[in-house]
């Protein structure tokens, strides 16, 4: 097994940025290997064909990006404290998973067209919108999490792989709609803006770790 912990990846943020969160979190320091398309072909240490992969001492090229996330959540104690709260984690993982899945959807196929941020607002941001048809995928169901949280975390009392994945979506998010985040959830704004103040994500972010193209267009 390889020691230090290392990301497998493009040269973007993307899918590994939480991971590279979670281990700043905890001030463990981490390499970065840069792949080419060409690399992700290689079945036997990318099995889906496709990236993130990661590897750390107890792990060789795991991938998927969720399953490396809950790794560390496990690995590093920020999968909550009981099992309610476990269970709490995965479903806003799963919630952050679904909007996701619609933001890769507007920045490779709508490219961040006018009328696909429109469409896509209207859907996924717009709070009257809520209950419409959205496939599970509202930023108004993350805003909800923050209802009954405690010390400012979605799960629990403490820091967990949780306040990651919704920071790093909210994150995405406010690079497009910073004015109607900041209108309609103030509640986002302040977490992302809490979560980003913590000492070692704040020396993160203005480091060159920090890497500056977010997807693989350019766009976002």
């Known amino acids: ?13 993307g899918r590994a940025e939480p991971l590279k969160l979670v281990l700043t979190t905890q001030g463990v320091s981490f390499k970065l290997h840069t792949l080419g398309l060409e690399e ?6 990318f099995k889906f064909g496709q990236a993130p992969a990661y590897s750390d001492d107890e792990v060789e090229h795991l991938v998927q990006s969720n399953a490396i996330l809950r790794h560390l959540g496990r690995k590093y104690n920020l999968y909550g404290s009981s099992r309610t709260e476990n269970a709490a984690v ?42 419409a048809r959205n496939g599970g995928a509202h930023l108004g169901f993350l805003a909800s999490l923050l209802s009954s949280a405690t010390n400012g975390h979605i799960v629990g009392s403490s ?10 979506i909210t ?35 203005n480091s060159d770790l920090r890497l500056g193209q977010n997807n693989g267009n350019g766009l976002g």
Not at 40 to 45: G, P, T
Not at 180 to 189: C, D, H, K, T
Request: glycine share 6%.
């Open 90 to 131: 995965d479903e806003a993982i799963d919630g952050v998973e679904d909007l996701q899945l619609k933001y890769v959807g507007l920045i490779y196929g709508g490219k961040l067209a006018d009328d696909a941020k429109a469409s896509y607002w209207s859907t996924h941001g717009d709070p009257k919108n809520k209950t």
């Open 159 to 168: 820091l967990t792989i949780a306040d990651v994945a919704v920071w790093n």
């Open 171 to 205: 994150d995405n998010h406010l690079q497009i709609f910073p004015k109607e985040i900041e209108g309609e959830y103030p509640e986002l704004a302040q977490f992302h803006k809490q979560f980003a103040s913590l000492p070692a994500i704040k020396s993160y972010l």
């Open 1 to 13: 097994m390889a020691g230090e912990p290392t990301i497998h990846y493009f040269p973007i943020r």
């Open 40 to 45: 992700i072909k290689d079945l036997s240490n």
